[in-house]
């Protein structure tokens, strides 16, 4: 029903920046809560960042919040995710994720669909 795709990941040097987006189908995009998860090998999923319906509320993890920006355009049916002075320990798969429910969705299990994920890879 709802397709993600990210796109934007690469590798980057530590306090560098990258811009995640996350392409969406369907013509009720605006209806969905959207997220950022990354996962790290040997971790858990972890809850990067989410934005409201609307785009007027933004909820992010405290160990990004002062970095990571999110952001949405209803119009071209994508969310981003801006990253700065990134670390190494942001690397991981990024995904993109849209939520039917609750604001903020924090858990995984508060998304219906799911992107395939897209890779960051900091240096240092």
């Known amino acids: 029903q709802v397709q993600l795709v990210e796109s934007g990941g690469g590798l980057v040097q530590a306090g560098g920046s990258l811009r995640l987006s996350c392409a969406a189908s369907g013509r009720t995009f605006r209806s969905y809560n959207m997220g950022w998860f990354r996962q790290a090998p040997g971790k858990e999923r972890e809850f990067v960042a989410a934005?409201?319906?609307?785009?007027?509320?933004?909820a992010c993890a405290d160990s990004v919040k002062d970095r990571f920006t999110i952001s949405r355009d209803n119009a071209k049916n994508t969310v981003y995710l801006q990253m700065n002075s990134l670390k190494p320990e942001d690397t991981a798969v990024y995904y993109c994720?849209?939520?039917?429910?609750?604001?903020?969705?924090?858990?995984?299990?508060?998304?219906?669909?799911w992107g395939q994920g897209t890779q960051v890879t900091v240096s240092s």
């Open positions: 994720a849209a939520a039917s429910s609750i604001f903020p969705p924090l858990r995984p299990y508060n998304y219906n669909y």
């Open positions: 934005i409201s319906w609307s785009g007027t509320n933004t």
